[in-house]
């Protein structure tokens, strides 16, 4: 199994970027998918979920901003982040939900 993260960088606040993770391996649509983040200092924490069936889920800080989906057909998943702090500075890892399958992690950085 392997989980290939891309995007990230850097972005001014308010700003926007896009990650995305594409699995190959496993038979990506009956698995949920899931963004953790860890900041310098801090335990990793899960930000985003999202069912084989669609549903999601976010942590309280980034509702209404970030939003995950999942394209099957692709088996990519994708976290839009929008209206971006400096306290959203991490390094972004995906995960294949209940495993211990993750991505190689990708920085994103908020800061003027």
């Known amino acids: 199994v392997q989980l290939q993260a891309s995007g990230g960088g850097l972005a001014q606040p308010g700003g926007s970027l896009g990650l995305s993770c594409a699995a190959s391996?496993?038979?990506?649509?009956?698995?949920?998918m899931a963004w953790y983040r860890q900041a310098p200092g801090k335990q990793r924490e899960l930000v985003a979920g999202?069912?084989?069936?669609?549903?999601?889920n976010y942590v309280d800080s980034v509702k209404g901003r970030f939003t995950i989906s999942r394209d099957n057909a692709r088996n990519t998943v994708y976290l839009q982040m929008n209206n971006l702090k400096p306290e959203d500075t991490a390094v972004y890892y995906c995960?294949?939900?209940?495993?211990?399958?993750w991505g190689q992690g990708t920085q994103v950085t908020v800061s003027s």
């Open positions: 995960r294949v939900t209940n495993t211990r399958y």
């Open positions: 391996g496993i038979n990506f649509r009956i698995y949920g």
């Open positions: 999202i069912t084989s069936a669609g549903s999601t």
